[in-house]
């Protein structure tokens, strides 16, 4: 039964994202009223967290913000589902998402033997498996299906991992064959079996950490004393890979633009501590400039 529910919830999921982005976007607006004023999805963590993140803003703007962020949620349920039925081809020819500039993240994988990305839920961060076809500049960014590795939590839910670990890997020439999609607790002893390989590790760096996470650490972010994972900085620290921060934001609905900041050229001159606060100093910018743009019904503080 449970292959047969699966089955079929991939193929209506399919079928849906064969749709043009287009009709998703018009679906977006009922899924935006139906999560925000009908069943009220995660409205008081939103509340919460918009309040105690812009303490200077008046209840007007919150609202705003708050409206804003919950088609922005909408677009990423519409456009993740979108991406599952997409091939190479076809991101190119939508042109979803952009690289900014391709030559940063470039520059590092030469200069490094590794490179670590981190990333946080701005933008649409499921759309990051399409990333080797977002370069639209003649300079190359050296990402290549076997150098390119995703640290991910595993769902509780099997059927639901199942169909996000291939939604996420979709537009791969080979998904089924792909090693870089690497679930949290194995990414270390990965990162240790192939530290004779250049890589690009990208970690969503903006999670509360998990329950039996050791490498944490308390910074300030938004106002708020936040307690937050160091893994993919002490990786890094420890073998002396480049660190990169990585933003996404739509230009307009349907583009997003992804932009990399180098942080640092070899982490083993800074401390985990330095990179984590430069990491969550560009993080909080990047949030004041475009609000809604942040994942706001994440429970980020606890």
Not at 12 to 22: A, C, S, Y
Not at 158 to 163: F, M, P, V
Not at 250 to 273: F, K, N, Q, V, W
Request: glycine share 4%.
């Amino acid at each position: 039964m449970e292959n047969i529910g699966k089955f079929l919830l991939k193929t209506l999921l399919r079928i849906f994202g064969l749709l043009p982005l287009k009709v998703h976007y018009a679906i977006a607006h009922i899924i935006a009223w139906i999560a925000e004023s009908i069943i009220g999805y995660r409205r008081d963590d939103v509340a919460i967290n918009l309040g105690k993140s812009f303490p200077e803003k008046y209840y007007d703007d919150v609202t705003r913000i708050r409206k804003d962020f919950y088609l922005h949620f909408a677009d990423i349920v519409v456009e993740t589902i979108w991406f599952g039925a997409s091939n190479a081809n076809r991101l190119r020819k939508q042109r979803i998402v952009e690289i900014v500039n391709p030559e940063v993240i470039a520059h590092l994988y030469e200069v490094a033997p590794s490179v670590v990305v981190m990333y946080s839920h701005c933008g649409n961060w499921e759309l990051y498996g399409g990333i080797e076809n977002y370069n639209y500049k003649d300079t190359p960014t050296h990402i290549r299906e076997d150098n390119f590795c995703v640290v991910y939590k595993k769902m509780s839910s099997k059927l639901w991992d199942s169909i996000m670990a291939e939604n996420r890997c979709a537009p791969l020439r080979d998904p089924k064959g792909f090693q870089g999609y690497l679930e949290s607790n194995d990414v270390v002893r990965y990162i240790f079996n192939h530290r004779g390989e250049k890589k690009i590790y990208n970690f969503n760096t903006d999670q509360s950490p998990y329950q039996n996470s050791v490498a944490n650490m308390d910074i300030e972010f938004m106002h708020q004393l936040t307690q937050t994972m160091t893994a993919a900085a002490v990786l890094a620290s420890k073998f002396g890979m480049a660190v990169a921060y990585m933003n996404m934001r739509p230009e307009h609905r349907g583009h997003y633009l992804l932009e990399y900041t180098p942080i640092c050229e070899d982490a083993s001159r800074m401390s985990p501590e330095e990179i984590m606060g430069r990491y969550y100093e560009l993080l909080e910018k990047d949030i004041n400039a475009l609000p809604y743009n942040y994942l706001w019904t994440h429970r980020r503080w606890k």
